[in-house]
DNA sequence: TGCTCCTAATGTAGCGTATA
DNA sequence: TATACGCTACATTAGGAGCA
């Protein structure tokens, strides 16, 4: 395995927190976010988590003069960019009882480790709104993508429910966490032997626990 | 001891794109 | 077209604390 360099991670941490700091945007709107991806022709912008692509969507434009996007594959699995080590940019809503989120696949991340020393997560931290009980949202979306997806409608044939929109997103912290095979050991793992939507068994995925990383956090900046 | 309540942990689902 | 995966929330379950 790879020795990494600690002071040399934080570098690179400072100089990507330095530039996200003064160019990314405090106050997300949802169908704001959504209309900048839908132009920029993003992919992602029909997804209903919008917020985890729009950070992502957002990396991507200001980092791509620091850093290498995107980052090293593993089968099929893709780290959202390099410089270092592998990195992966994740969104996390701060008014949830969870402290816990839910990363890349397990085998991805050993081998990244084994690769570079570590794998990072750069984690936007934040305010959701959800107040959107009279799903308005969710129809300016849905008419905006041209209609119900096929997903959607077979969803409704049986009668499931459907999850609750997030309408805007307060940017309030972003973190940069290491992970190296000791965080392994010390935080669980997601989805282990689980089924995906369509009934197949999904790979399992690396949960972290904010509560239990400390020096793990080896930058971070408020907003 | 048994019941209730609260919190944390775990398991499942929703919704989409990418790719073979 | 089927399958795999990315993104995350939320329902359910388990376990601990407090009280009669």
Known sequence: MKPINKAMLKNVAQNIGNTLHYSLPIKWDGKQSILEMKEANYPQWKQMEWIGFYFQFLCEQKLSGIMQIPGPQYGNVKFDAYNIIPWDFKAHAMNTSSHQIIVNDSMAIANGIKDFGAVGVILAVGKVEYNDENRTFQKW??????????????????GAWSRLRKVSFELKQISFIIITDDVLEKCGAFQRGFRNSNGSPRNEKVLLDLEKLDDEIIHYIDF
Do not use: A, F, M, T
């Open 141 to 158: 979306h849905e008419e905006l993508k041209g209609g119900k997806s096929r997903y959607e409608i077979e969803r409704e044939k049986r």
